[in-house]
């Protein structure tokens, strides 16, 4: 699965923006997509994930009922609608799939991932 990151760049506190990331390849097999972020200072974190077919999301505490996740299984797209930001939500984003079934618990491990995009950098700043 290749996957390819869009949408980052600077924003205002109190912004929003939406992060797309287009999957190709073995799309049909896919069984979990999310997000995580990276600063140089910190390890990756988990942002979010969402299920290919079904609709179970899990969101990182951090962004709860800010951020949402979510994907067109036509287009093989999953995007990542981030409101409200802050300072502390500038990284360095990446979408993340994996063709295993997870439970809850493994979704926010990025061990568990195996395709990974290039990246796309969110600013938060005035």
């Known amino acids: 699965v290749q996957l390819q990151a869009s949408g980052g760049g600077l924003v205002q506190p109190g912004g929003s923006l939406r992060l797309s990331c287009a999957a190709a390849?073995?799309?049909?097999?896919?069984?979990?997509a999310a997000w995580f972020r990276q600063t140089p200072e910190k390890e990756r974190e988990f942002v979010a994930a969402?299920?290919?077919?079904?609709?179970?999301?899990r969101y990182a505490d951090s962004v709860k009922g800010r951020f949402t996740i979510s994907r067109d299984n036509a287009k093989n797209m999953v995007y990542l609608q981030m409101n409200s930001l802050k300072p502390e939500d500038t990284a360095v984003y990446y979408c993340?799939?994996?063709?295993?079934?997870?439970?809850?618990?493994?979704?926010?491990?990025?061990?568990?991932?195996?395709?990974w995009g290039q990246g796309t950098q969110v600013t938060v700043s005035s």
């Open positions: 993340a799939t994996t063709l295993r079934r997870l439970n809850s618990g493994s979704r926010s491990d990025s061990r568990h991932y195996e395709y």
């Open positions: 969402t299920d290919w077919i079904a609709s179970n999301t």
């Open positions: 390849g073995r799309t049909n097999s896919v069984y979990t």
